[in-house]
């Protein structure tokens, strides 16, 4: 079975410019999550949805950072405009509602020079 | 959630049990103690999760103590695989959310 799926897995842009994360979720779950990574913050979660609707944003940084699922099958992260600060390591999950069980895809490497 | 601490890091040899302490003091009764690891460069995997019963599967074994306050996570034959930062997280029944501490991080030695 595919596990999650996230595009690009390495991504490198210059400040101010807009970037574009992606996520495929396993089929059949209906939650997605999206987490950032850094050494200074450790693993920390920005949004999530249930049946493509944003459940909770309290995570996302500030207004530059925007979330979207327009179906059960694809989700992107968009930061508009990217700073260096934002470099960092950022994991999509997906899981049932009612499982226990989130499953992270592999991530993708940001850097913003 | 209750919070957790752990220690910052651990050592095990290959083939012995690595066992991983977790205190959560503050936790309630309808909390869910979860481990999750980071092997490096890949995103977290699901572990094993408890209530106050201990719990055993192909992966570990979680030992919870009687007042809840505290578990261990066990990793009955450690391999070089198992090399990876473990995650003790603590979260209420029907919450999704997912709080990510600093964790372990377990070395296995050949």
């Known amino acids: 079975d595919a596990g999650v799926i996230q595009s690009p897995r390495h991504e490198v842009t210059e400040m101010g410019q807009e970037v574009t994360l992606r996520c495929k979720p396993i089929s059949g779950h209906n939650s997605l999550f999206w987490y950032r990574q850094t050494m200074m913050r450790g693993l920390e979660l920005l949004i999530y949805f249930n049946n493509n609707v944003p459940i909770d944003d309290s995570g996302m940084p500030e207004d530059r950072f925007s979330a979207k699922m327009p179906n059960a099958s694809f989700s992107t992260l968009k930061i508009q405009p990217s700073e260096p600060r934002d470099s960092a390591v950022y994991f999509c999950?997906?899981?049932?509602?009612?499982?226990?069980?989130?499953?992270f895809g592999p991530g993708t490497r940001l850097t913003v020079t | 959630d209750a919070k957790t601490t752990q220690p910052t890091s651990m050592d095990c040899a290959e083939g012995r049990a690595a066992n991983l302490p977790c205190n959560h003091s503050t936790i309630s009764g309808n909390e869910y103690v979860y481990w999750y690891r980071q092997i490096h460069s890949q995103g977290p995997q699901y572990i094993i999760h408890?209530?106050?019963n201990n719990e055993t599967n192909e992966m570990a074994s979680l030992i919870i103590t009687e007042d809840r306050k505290s578990s261990t996570l066990i990793l009955p034959h450690a391999t070089l695989r198992d090399t990876a930062v473990y995650y003790c997280?603590?979260?209420?029944?029907?919450?999704?959310?997912?709080?990510f501490g600093q964790g372990t991080r377990l070395t296995i030695n050949p």
């Open positions: 997280i603590v979260r209420a029944q029907g919450a999704q959310k997912l709080v």
């Open positions: 999950a997906s899981t049932r509602q009612s499982s226990y069980e989130q499953y």
């Open positions: 408890g209530l106050k």
